[in-house]
């Protein structure tokens, strides 16, 4: 905001600052190289639900409070995912991506930012259709220990089973969703199973480095919360992580063309954001 608002942009910047490093010393959490636009605004809605007027007090009790860091963590994840979320990019893992992972005898899959669990799940569906989930680990990682838990727990809400059933069908799906899960009160959680091979954890993409190889790397709607600096970090640990011909499969909004790891790798869907590292 400007002066005219009530907060001066220098000072509301200072207070950012300190706030981010605040952060970071106390609790190892760094969004120091986030965007700017979306962080703040974040940062400001956690004030006000704490009942604060300056970012200052969010820092005095962030510092002193661990449940609010919990509350303000919540607020700086980037939680907003569905079943089978844009239909083409999972019909185009069908078509082009799960051909390449067949020549494998086994598949290690990382979905970076997972949140909490549909984009797994959706992931597990289509493997499982295609004859591959037997043979496939999937990791899920996220930096909000909240949203791992509930994509443990593999249970959404029944009332998004519709619009997820509309997702699947347009994605490719062969059977009928509903199979997939058990209806019970308001929730459908979904079959066990699909979970077999998942293992889920925290992981931060800013200050946690590489921890396995992996032939698919899916991390859809991530990048655009980051600044630039902080992009080409976390493409250069995707790089660390993959095998040789390795996919990288990005979010519609997202892309590695003016990047300085762009030249790593080739399109191999272009309109879906997903990439082949060329060796």
Not at 3 to 18: C, M
Not at 19 to 42: K, M, N
Not at 163 to 168: A, I, L, P, V
Not at 174 to 200: E, K, M, N
Request: glycine share 8%; net charge negative; proline share 3%.
């Amino acid at each position: 905001m400007t002066s005219d608002g009530g907060h001066d942009e220098a000072r509301e910047r200072i207070e950012i600052d300190l706030l981010l490093e605040a952060i970071q010393r106390r609790y190892g959490y760094d969004f120091r190289g986030y965007a700017l636009a979306s962080l703040r605004r974040r940062l400001w809605h956690r004030a006000y639900g704490e009942g604060l007027q300056t970012l200052s007090g969010l820092q005095e009790r962030v510092l002193h409070d661990p449940t609010c860091m919990d509350r303000l963590l919540r607020d700086l994840s980037i939680n907003v995912t569905e079943m089978f979320r844009d239909p083409s990019f999972y019909r185009a893992l069908r078509e082009r991506v799960f051909p390449l992972l067949r020549t494998h005898p086994f598949i290690r899959v990382w979905n970076a930012g997972c949140s909490t669990g549909e984009e797994i799940y959706s992931l597990a569906i289509a493997l499982r259709e295609e004859g591959l989930l037997d043979r496939t680990r999937i990791y899920a990682t996220d930096i909000d220990d909240a949203a791992l838990e509930r994509a443990r727990a593999g249970s959404f809400a029944l009332d998004r089973m519709q619009r997820y059933t509309e997702n699947y069908q347009r994605a490719g799906g062969s059977d009928a969703f509903s199979t997939y899960y058990t209806a019970t009160g308001d929730s459908a959680r979904f079959d066990p199973a699909l979970a077999t091979g998942i293992v889920f954890a925290q992981h931060n993409l800013v200050t946690d480095g590489s921890f396995n190889e992996f032939q698919l790397i899916v991390c859809r709607n991530v990048l655009i919360y980051f600044g630039p600096k902080l992009q080409e970090e976390v493409l250069g640990l995707f790089g660390e992580s993959m095998t040789r011909f390795g996919i990288l499969a990005l979010g519609r909004k997202e892309s590695i063309r003016h990047s300085r790891h762009g030249d790593e790798y080739e399109p191999l869907v272009e309109a879906e954001k997903i990439f082949r590292r060329r060796s």
